[in-house]
C-alpha cells in the first residue's frame, strides 16, 4: 500500500501533466504546423522569429514543426513590395475602389510568397512602413486596417491561423520615447490593429506596449538609456528578444520546461516533464539521472557582452544568486526566464550549508541549502543542456539564412552572372535543388538535436 506522501505526490504529478496538455493547447503554434513569418525588414531580420522558432523547437521536441521567413525589407500591410500598388491613389480612393486596390495586392503578394508554403500559422507584423515615419495620418491608416483584414481573411479561407502583431516601438535616444509623434502614430495604428484582429477572429499580439513600458522603465534609469541595440527601427539581439518575449507571451506560451522536486531526506520525487532514475544520496552527496521532455529555450549570446572569465554561462560563481540576471542584460529587462524558460530544480530537507551542482562532470553554479529549497531555475546555467539549445539555435540560424538565399536570391532572381548566360533557367533550377537539400539535410540536424538527453547530476556539499 502506498503512504499518504506517495499518494500526494502522484496525484500532483498527475496534476502537472494535465495542466502541462492543457498549456500547450493554448499555444498559438501546434504539433504540425507549418509556420510562416510575414512582414517588413524587422521580420527579414531574421532574430525575433528565429527565437520563436527555437522557444517552440526546443519546448516541444516531439512535434512536426516546419519554419519559414518571408519578410521582405520595406514591406506593408498592402504589400507595397510584392504587389506595387500606387500608394497615392490607394490612400486617396474612395472605400470600394481601395477595396479592390487592396484585394489586388493582398492577393497577389500571398499567392506568390505565402500561400505556396501551405502554411497552417502566419504570424504578420506590419505597421512601422505603413504609418511613414510621420505624424498620424488617417488616409494610410484606413489602408493599413483595410489591408490587414484581406490578408486575415485570405488567410482564413485558406485554413490558416492568423496572428496579427503591433510593431514594436521606434527607439531613438531621447528620454521621453512615448512622446515622439512616430510612436503615437504608431499606438493608433496597433489599437486598430487589435480592433481588425476582433473582428477578424484571429489571435492579437501586442509588443508595442510591453516594448514601450520597457523602454520607459529604462529611461527612468538613465535618459540615454539605449535598450535594443541596432538603430531606432531595427533592433539588435537585446531588442529582438524582447520581441520575441512579448510575442510568445500573446502567443500563450507556458513558462515550464521541466521540474524536478526531490526530498532530500525522504527521498521522494516530484517529477514534472521529466524522469529521475537512479536516485542515491550517499554521504550528503545526491546524484540522479535527469531526462527532460523539453530543452530550456536559448537566449542569443549576442545579447551578451563577452566573457571575461570562464565562469559558468548565467552564473558569477557567488553563493548570493544561483543565476546572476546581469550576466545576460536583456535578462533584466524583462522576466523571460519567469515568462518562458522555467527549468527548475528544488531540493528539500537539506542540511544546511552550501553546496556545488555538476551535470555530467560539469560544474554549473554553487548554491545553499536554503536556496535550493525555494527552487533554482537552472535555464541559463545548465551546462551541457543550455550548449545543447546554444548549438540548435546555431543551427537554426544557418537555416534561415539557407531559405533566404534560396527565395531571394535564386528564387526570385537576384541575376548573379550564371543568370545571364543561355541556360540561366536550368542552372537555376539546379541551383533550387541544390538549396533545398541543403535545407532538408540542416532541418535534418535541427530535429537531432532537439531531443533532450539524459544527464547525470550529482550534487554535494561544499567544504566550508
Known amino acids: 500500500m502506498k503512504s499518504p506522501n506517495a499518494k500526494l505526490f502522484l496525484t500532483f ?15 498559438f503554434i501546434h504539433d504540425g504546423d507549418r509556420v510562416v513569418f510575414l512582414g517588413d525588414s524587422i521580420t527579414e531580420q531574421r532574430l525575433y522569429t528565429t527565437y520563436i522558432e527555437a522557444y517552440a523547437l526546443t519546448r516541444y521536441p516531439q512535434w512536426q514543426l516546419t519554419f519559414r521567413n518571408v519578410g521582405w525589407g520595406g514591406d506593408t500591410a498592402w504589400l507595397r513590395q510584392r504587389a506595387h500598388p500606387d500608394e497615392k491613389q490607394l490612400f ?15 492577393g497577389r503578394g500571398l499567392s506568390r510568397d505565402v500561400l505556396p508554403l501551405k502554411p497552417t500559422a502566419v504570424t504578420i507584423d506590419f505597421g512601422m512602413n505603413d504609418h511613414a515615419y510621420q505624424p498620424f495620418r488617417e488616409d494610410i491608416f484606413r489602408a493599413y486596417v483595410r489591408s490587414q483584414t484581406e490578408i486575415a481573411k485570405v488567410l482564413k479561407a485558406n485554413g490558416v491561423r492568423v496572428a496579427l502583431l503591433t ?17 503615437q502614430s504608431l499606438r493608433k495604428f496597433s489599437d486598430g490593429l487589435k480592433e ?3 473582428q477578424a477572429g484571429t489571435t492579437f499580439g501586442d509588443q508595442f506596449d510591453p516594448y514601450m513600458a520597457i523602454m520607459l522603465r529604462a529611461r527612468a534609469e538613465d535618459p540615454k538609456a539605449f535598450i535594443g541595440g541596432g538603430d531606432a527601427v531595427h533592433p539588435g539581439a537585446m531588442g529582438h528578444t524582447i520581441m520575441a518575449w512579448a510575442i510568445l507571451k500573446a502567443l500563450g506560451a507556458p513558462a515550464l520546461v521541466s521540474r524536478a522536486e526531490i526530498n532530500g531526506a525522504t527521498k521522494l520525487v516530484v517529477a514534472a516533464a521529466c524522469k529521475i ?5 550517499v554521504n550528503g552527496v545526491i546524484s540522479f539521472v535527469r531526462l527532460d521532455d523539453a530543452l530550456p529555450m536559448p537566449i542569443d549570446p549576442a545579447c551578451a557582452p563577452p566573457k571575461t ?19 545576460n542584460p536583456v535578462l533584466k529587462l524583462a522576466p523571460i526566464f519567469d515568462d518562458l524558460n522555467r527549468y527548475e530544480l528544488q531540493i528539500t530537507d537539506l542540511a544546511p550549508g552550501s553546496y556545488e551542482l555538476s551535470i555530467d562532470g560539469e560544474s554549473v553554479g554553487k548554491v545553499t541549502a536554503e536556496q535550493l529549497g525555494k527552487g533554482w531555475n537552472l535555464a541559463a546555467s545548465a551546462g551541457p543542456i543550455t550548449r545543447q539549445s546554444q548549438e540548435l539555435l546555431k543551427l537554426v540560424f544557418q537555416k534561415n539564412n539557407l531559405y533566404f538565399n534560396r527565395w531571394r536570391n535564386v528564387q526570385l532572381y537576384s541575376f548573379p552572372a550564371w543568370a545571364q548566360s543561355p541556360d540561366n533557367e536550368t542552372r537555376r533550377t539546379a541551383e533550387l535543388a541544390r538549396l533545398d537539400q541543403k535545407i ?14 539524459a544527464h547525470q547530476f550529482e550534487l554535494k556539499p561544499v567544504a566550508q
Not at 504529478?13 to 499555444?27: N, S, Y
Not at 486617396?92 to 493582398?106: I, L, N
Not at 510593431?167 to 510612436?183: G, L, S, T
Open 440 to 453: 532538408v539535410e540542416n532541418e535534418a540536424e535541427i530535429e537531432k538535436l532537439r531531443k533532450p538527453q
Open 196 to 198: 481588425v484582429a476582433t
Open 13 to 27: 504529478l498527475a496534476t502537472v501533466g494535465l495542466a502541462a496538455r492543457v498549456l500547450a493547447a493554448d499555444f
Open 309 to 327: 572569465n570562464s565562469a559558468p554561462e548565467g552564473f558569477d560563481g557567488s553563493l548570493s544568486m544561483p543565476i546572476d540576471p546581469t550576466a
Open 167 to 183: 510593431p514594436q516601438p521606434i527607439e531613438d535616444k531621447r528620454p521621453d520615447p512615448d512622446q515622439d509623434v512616430r510612436n
Open 277 to 281: 532514475q537512479n536516485l542515491k544520496v
Open 92 to 106: 486617396a480612393a474612395e472605400p470600394a475602389a481601395q477595396q479592390a486596390m487592396v484585394e489586388e495586392a493582398v
